[in-house]
């Protein structure tokens, strides 16, 4: 357990991928935010100060951040030198991920499927590539779990935007639908008939309303990737760029208190 791991923006998934991480943790502190210095310090993070002083202490650096900041950031840690294993989990296209691993002698390409790994069997972090073995005992035996996808750097990501392609764009279409019947008004006698056929789905809506408004900003980028994704192997990505667009119609109800259904689906209809 001499290996030691740097942690770049640990917000709600990121701090608890460290949290469960074995060996030496560190992280940047310099000028990041008093909410991000909590988590650091609540999952014993240690502050090396800045970027630069970071590549000098620990053998691999893992970046989770919002997919539209993933090739900026990678960038950032190349332009230091850094030597060690660069893991990059975030939502992103395989081609991505394939051209960040040119920044890097050592990269390790990932996804994560779940929420923040607070519980065990709730999260799931795939990687690839040919050091994804050797990189994933450290979070052995942790609340997070750890899996290697066999194939080359980009298999993790293609794995992560095959099943974010259905969760969060079917969960864009289920709102997109509610909102459609309701500018119509005839959202009442949609969701009577849901109550008919479809039992449940009423309930769903609301619960997907609330469930996604706070992370609506970041699957806008997340649905432009999984498109590129799709149009990569001559699928159509449209689809997916209209659940773009509509989760960023919902991006400004971010820090709405108890958001509902009727909210989101205001702020769908306003361009």
């Given at each position: 357990?001499?290996?030691?791991?740097?942690?770049?923006?640990?917000?709600?998934?990121?701090?608890?991928?460290?949290?469960?991480?074995?060996?030496?943790?560190?992280?940047?502190?310099?000028?990041?935010?008093?909410?991000?210095?909590?988590?650091?310090?609540?999952?014993?993070?240690?502050?090396?100060?800045?970027?630069?002083?970071?590549?000098?202490?620990?053998?691999?650096?893992?970046?989770?951040?919002p997919p539209s900041s993933a090739l900026d950031v990678a960038r950032t840690v190349a332009s230091t030198g850094f030597g060690g294993i660069?893991?990059?989990?975030?939502?992103?296209?395989?081609?991505?991920?394939t051209g960040m691993a040119e920044l890097f002698e050592r990269f390790v390409d990932g996804g994560i499927v779940g929420p923040p790994a607070?519980?065990?069997?709730?999260?799931?972090?795939?990687?690839?590539?040919?050091?994804?073995?050797?990189?994933?005992?450290?979070?052995?035996?942790?609340?997070?779990?750890?899996?290697?996808?066999?194939?080359?750097?980009?298999?993790?990501?293609?794995?992560?935007?095959?099943?974010?392609?259905?969760?969060?764009?079917?969960?864009?279409?289920?709102?997109?639908?509610?909102?459609?019947?309701?500018?119509?008004?005839?959202?009442?006698?949609?969701?009577?008939?849901?109550?008919?056929?479809?039992?449940?789905?009423?309930?769903?809506?609301?619960?997907?309303?609330?469930?996604?408004?706070?992370?609506?900003?970041?699957?806008?980028?997340?649905?432009?990737?999984?498109?590129a994704t799709l149009e990569a192997v001559d699928l159509p990505g449209g689809f997916h760029r209209g659940a773009a667009e509509i989760y960023?119609?919902?991006?400004?109800?971010?820090?709405?208190?108890?958001?509902?259904?009727?909210?989101?689906?205001?702020?769908?209809?306003?361009?």
């Amino acid at each position: 357990m001499n290996h030691s791991t740097g942690f770049l923006h640990p917000g709600a998934m990121g701090s608890t991928v460290a949290a469960t991480c074995s060996g030496q943790r560190w992280w940047v502190g310099h000028r990041r935010s008093a909410a991000s210095r909590r988590r650091a310090d609540a999952v014993g993070l240690r502050d090396a100060g800045t970027l630069a002083e970071l590549v000098e202490r620990v053998d691999t650096i893992v970046s989770v951040c919002p997919p539209s900041s993933a090739l900026d950031v990678a960038r950032t840690v190349a332009s230091t030198g850094f030597g060690g294993i660069y893991i990059d989990a975030n939502a992103v296209a395989p081609a991505q991920a394939t051209g960040m691993a040119e920044l890097f002698e050592r990269f390790v390409d990932g996804g994560i499927v779940g929420p923040p790994a607070t519980v065990a069997g709730t999260t799931r972090m795939y990687l690839s590539g040919s050091e994804a073995t050797s990189v994933a005992e450290r979070w052995a035996g942790s609340a997070l779990d750890v899996r290697v996808v066999p194939g080359p750097i980009g298999a993790a990501s293609a794995l992560k935007m095959s099943y974010a392609g259905w969760t969060k764009g079917q969960a864009a279409l289920l709102l997109a639908v509610n909102a459609l019947a309701d500018a119509y008004d005839v959202g009442d006698t949609l969701r009577a008939e849901w109550d008919i056929s479809q039992p449940g789905l009423e309930q769903r809506s609301a619960a997907t309303a609330h469930g996604v408004v706070a992370k609506a900003w970041r699957f806008e980028g997340e649905m432009h990737e999984i498109a590129a994704t799709l149009e990569a192997v001559d699928l159509p990505g449209g689809f997916h760029r209209g659940a773009a667009e509509i989760y960023r119609r919902m991006a400004d109800l971010r820090h709405a208190d108890e958001p509902t259904l009727d909210d989101v689906i205001d702020a769908l209809r306003r361009t």
